[in-house]
Structures are given as C-alpha cells and as structure tokens.
C-alpha cells in the first residue's frame, strides 16, 4: 500500500494510519487522548478504508466525545464584569468597557460592551500565534523536526493536529492552559511529524523530549474539563 497517507481524512474526521502484514480486517481505535488510529492489512485500498470509517462514524463520534480532552461540560460564561476567564494558566476577571478591541490590561481583561465569545475566541487566536511560535522554537530544534508552519483555530476536542506537509495547528483553547501543558500539547504534535500513529516508538520520541510524559498527559486529560470552550469556538 505504497499509495496510502500516514493520515486519512474523511469528512471532519482524521485517522492515523499504520500497515501490518499480519492483520487479516481493519482495527479501528479511538485513543485515549481522542485520536483515531487505524491498523489495516497491506492489501487495503484508501477507497476501501473510507468506507469502513463512514461506516463507523456514528460510533467514532460517541466514542471520541466520550474520550475528549476538553471536558464533557464546558464551564458557561457570561460576558458580564468580573467574570474569570483563563490565560496561561492564570485567571483573569473581565472588565465591560464602553469600545475597544478585547485586550489584557493591568491584570484585567477588557471587552466591548455588548461583545461575547467570538470576540474572544478571536484575541486567544490573536495572542496565540506568536506566544505558541516563540514558545515552540526549542522544542523543534529537540526533537529534529522543521514544521513548515503553525496555525491557531478551533479543533473540535482536539488539542492540535498536524498535516503531512508539516502545519502544526493548536487549539486556540491551549491558550487557557499553563505553559508546561502547553509544552506537552507542542511535543506531541511535532512527535507526529515524524511518527503519525500512537504506536510505541511515538511515545519514544515524545518521552526523549519531555520525560515524564504521562503525567503531563493525565494532568492535561484532568484539566481539559475546566477550560471554556463555547459551541462556536469548537
């Protein structure tokens, strides 16, 4: 299957792909950090295994949104003065003020009366760009890899993603997490970029550049349920 990506979209769902000589169906698994990966016998076709995943999409879906990091209830939030919303870990209450962009001032968070979660959304994506790409410098040169970009955008429950021509994208989200989650989410995008799957040499390499992984990763699974994550910033 020489012809097959390392990742398989289809439709709104993406799929890590690995071959093995010794499987005789498709294995199907929903990870526990809400990925998908697929282990298929060599002689599957792309056209063959699309039809397997529409097939089981329904159940995927379940079985990711039971597995999503972000948490099953996002907290609500009212776009009202003194409302906390958090940056980096830290919480900051909102202050309504008559005009102006959304902005981080004197440990105060403004935001236009009569503004709300977009509004919000949009400054996250705005002050993550270049936090992310700074903090993201060492980790690249670590792990031996040269992304060819990244983006901040919503990801569904997803806490980042990556494409085979190397664009890291991060959950506009992770903006609410402290840095060494942070760190976590980066070192396990630019992991995929040289490993696709979650097998055991995946681990490796994100275990080489952070040790201690798995408690970064519990403590992210844990904290996901805290995080604001409006329907339309999904």
Known sequence: MSDFPGVLRVGD??????????????RLTVERDASITAVVPSQVSRTELTKV????????????????DLGEAPPDKEFVSGEGFLYL????????????????????????RGGG???LVDWYRRVGA????????????????????????????????????GQVNIHWATMQLPPTLIDYVLVHEL???HRADHGAEFWRI?????????????????????????????
């Open 89 to 112: 870990g830290r919480s900051y209450r909102l202050r309504v003020v008559d005009s102006g962009d959304v902005r981080l001032i004197r440990g105060r968070l403004e935001l236009a």
């Open 191 to 193: 992991a995929h970029l």
């Open 13 to 26: 769902l993406e799929v890590a792909v690995s071959v093995s000589e010794r499987r005789k169906s498709v």
């Open 53 to 68: 995943v529409e097939a089981k999409r329904s159940w995927l879906y379940g079985k990711v949104a039971e597995k999503r």
């Open 130 to 165: 270049p936090w992310l790409t700074r903090r993201v410098q060492p980790w690249v040169t670590r792990i031996g890899v040269e992304p060819s970009g990244l983006r901040v955008r919503p990801l569904g429950y997803r806490w980042g993603s990556c494409s085979r021509d």
């Open 117 to 119: 979660a977009k509004e």
């Open 206 to 234: 994100v275990e080489r550049a952070l040790p201690g992984h798995e408690d970064y990763r519990e403590r992210l699974r844990r904290t996901g349920h805290d995080l604001w994550l409006p329907e339309e910033g999904r």
